[in-house]
């Protein structure tokens, strides 16, 4: 059977409960795969939350990519109830561009059954990667 419906299904949920932060930056989850334990955005940040005409604000950058990570979190396992950051690194690479669609990108790289190590990248629309970010995030599961 394949994986397509239920991917299908992970991200009309995960938009479905979309944040005010998210909505704002113009963000939307495009893809959720459980195998590689990612969840992919597409943002095209407006120019309200730029500064030097289109470059996004660093802050905006940083929650884009923590949003991908916690999303790759709820997105792969359904008992994770809520996320919170106990640290967050984030290594700007080059310039990003408001009003440029941009992929974001988060990755589970080890989860225990209280922490989660992420990782995410946000790369521009010919591929480059504009930024990097590593997180360690502590879990609250379902009673």
């Known amino acids: ?29 495009v893809a959720a795969d459980v195998d590689a334990r990612s969840c992919t955005f597409n943002f095209c940040v407006p120019l309200d939350f730029c500064h030097s005409g289109n470059v996004v604000q660093g802050g905006f950058v940083s929650a884009m990519l923590d949003a991908a990570m916690s999303h790759a979190v709820f997105a792969c396992d359904p008992t994770v109830e809520r996320l919170s950051s106990l640290e967050i690194t984030t290594r700007y690479e080059s310039v990003t561009r408001g009003e440029s669609s941009l992929t974001v990108t988060g990755w589970i790289r080890r989860m225990t059954k209280t922490i989660a190590f992420l990782e995410a990248d946000i790369k521009s629309e010919s591929g480059e990667i504009l930024a990097i970010a590593h997180s360690v995030a502590k879990i609250g599961r379902k009673a």
């Open 1 to 29: 059977m394949s994986h397509a419906p239920e991917q299908h299904d992970i991200v009309a949920r995960l938009n479905s409960h979309q944040l005010t932060f998210i909505k704002l930056l113009a963000g939307k989850v």
